[in-house]
């Protein structure tokens, strides 16, 4: 559990316009939208933090940022292709001492994990520490410093750093103390995908949630699905 003194907030990175499968995080799965699954596991945090569903001020994010007024949802809305600077702009309008990084095409975040991460990266004074190295796909986090953040937008030049948030970070370690966090047996699958990108990852997810019998799919559960879809889907094209 983190300390009461230490601002810490989700920024939920989300936008419309994805070439792969446009309006995914919108697309229902089950009885609620891809944004909607991430919203009701946060449900179950346990740590402290304020929720902000970061999306672009472009026209075509309007249908989002009307979705989180009509549930209640704190929207920022910045950049579309300078994600790093809408991270940034968002945690300092929000004045977050500590950042954690979701995307809303993840469906099935470990919830546990996250409170994990958190303790994690602050009992170990780190800069930066990630969970999704040994998890699936699409079940991690990453938390950041907002001193971190901020010298990662001051420092940045490539056009990968502007594009994806934690890119100049990973390229200058030497620069941050930098956290793995240790992950348990069942859940270390990186191989599995949980996240959803393209049409087969929204098929998956799909199935995964009409196959369960809970609302709050365990990583563990959601594994077994998975590799369970991944059969059926060779027995299928065979």
Not at 8 to 24: D, E, F, V, Y
Not at 29 to 37: A, V, W
Not at 55 to 75: I, P, Q, R, W
Not at 128 to 150: N, W
Request: hydrophobic share 35%; proline share 3%.
């Amino acid at each position: 559990m983190c300390r009461k003194d230490k601002r810490i907030g989700i920024i939920i990175q989300a936008r419309l316009g994805s070439s792969r499968l446009p309006g995914k995080v919108l697309k229902p799965i089950g009885s609620k939208t891809l944004l909607g699954h991430i919203m009701y596991r946060l449900q179950r945090l346990k740590t402290e933090a304020q929720i902000v569903i970061a999306t672009s001020e472009e026209k075509n994010d309007d249908m989002l940022a009307e979705f989180c007024k009509e549930h209640g949802y704190v929207c920022f809305r910045g950049s579309e292709e300078n994600v790093l600077e809408r991270y940034y702009l968002c945690a300092k309008q929000y004045k977050f001492e500590h950042i954690v990084r979701l995307t809303a095409d993840n469906p099935f975040v470990d919830i546990e994990e996250v409170d994990r991460l958190v303790g994690c990266h602050l009992n170990g004074s780190a800069d930066y520490t990630k969970s999704f190295d040994a998890l699936p796909c699409g079940v991690g986090a990453e938390v950041f410093t907002f001193a971190a953040l901020e010298q990662d937008y001051l420092e940045s030049s490539q056009p990968n750093h502007f594009e994806h948030v934690n890119e100049y970070i990973w390229e200058n370690p030497h620069k941050f103390k930098i956290v793995d966090m240790e992950m348990t047996k069942e859940k270390s699958r990186p191989e599995i995908r949980l996240t959803v990108d393209t049409e087969e990852d929204y098929q998956r997810a799909c199935y995964i949630m009409g196959c369960s019998s809970n609302e709050y799919i365990t990583t563990e559960e959601a594994i077994d699905l998975a590799v369970q879809f991944e059969h059926m889907q060779k027995h299928i094209d065979t």
